[in-house]
């Protein structure tokens, strides 16, 4: 046989709700470290949105560059345009050999 005690061990307590919870005083210190912690992660993301901006700006101006460059020179059947992002618009031309080309350098 199985011996019940006859009351909770140990005894249950009514508390009031201002005991138990944080209170105002909890919310705002929340909020304010809530607040904290988001402004570096918004400058973050600001500085990374404008860096996206900047090269998303410079690859057109290249692009753009080598358009009206190859509307000067004609159409760009033999050449592969390479656009640089890490550092000033700059265009890398690859001109792709012929077989006239390797019988000129004498290949």
């Not at 190859?70 to 890398?92: H, I, N």
Request: negative net charge; aromatic residues 8%; without cysteine.
């Amino acid at each position: 046989m199985i011996l019940l005690p006859a009351a909770p061990t140990p005894t249950p307590v009514e508390m009031e709700a201002w005991v138990v919870s944080p209170g105002l005083e909890g919310f705002f210190w929340g909020f304010f470290l809530l607040a904290v912690a988001a402004i570096p992660l918004f400058w973050s993301m600001t500085r990374h949105m404008r860096r996206v901006d900047r090269n998303a700006r410079l690859r057109d101006e290249a692009e753009a560059a080598a358009a009206a460059d190859d509307a000067v020179r004609g159409p760009a059947d033999d050449r592969r345009v390479t656009v640089v992002e890490d550092g000033p618009a700059t265009v890398v031309e690859h001109r792709a050999t012929t077989a006239e080309d390797d019988a000129a350098a004498g290949r």
